[in-house]
């Protein structure tokens, strides 16, 4: 094959390098919005991911919260059983000082033989 010889079939060569010319242009264009299809597929799953992980963590924010919530009522509520506690054994002392001395010291002779 001789390669002086143009490869168009047509009698202009010319022709043929226009005819290439426009289907690159059209594959570019092509490769441009299929890109443009995926970026904007790409950037919506993004939002929705983005959009669930906002969610997830609002959701773990407001279980903490009322988590705490609840572990600060629990001790509340064990500081007024303690007061509760100690005012009526203080009671049951003032009552019956020597009574509750001697059942003490029973408490803690037994305990001390064990």
Do not use: C, F
């Not at 047509?10 to 005819?19: E, F, I, L, P, T």
């Not at 995926?38 to 969610?55: E, I, K, N, P």
């Not at 001790?75 to 059983?81: L, N, S, T």
Request: charged residues 20%; without cysteine.
């Amino acid at each position: 094959m001789d390669r002086s010889t143009p490869l168009s079939s047509g009698k202009d060569g010319g022709n043929n390098s226009s005819n290439t010319n426009a289907q690159v242009e059209n594959a570019a264009r092509a490769a441009h919005a299929t890109t443009d299809k995926v970026a904007d597929a790409a950037a919506m799953q993004v939002d929705r991911l983005s959009g669930t992980a906002h969610r997830a963590v609002d959701s773990a924010a407001d279980v903490a919260s009322s988590a705490a919530g609840w572990a600060s009522n629990v001790a509340d509520q064990a500081g007024e059983i303690q007061t509760k506690a100690v005012e009526s054994a203080s009671a049951a002392i003032r009552e019956k000082p020597i009574t509750i001395v001697a059942g003490a010291l029973v408490i803690g002779y037994l305990l001390g033989r064990l």
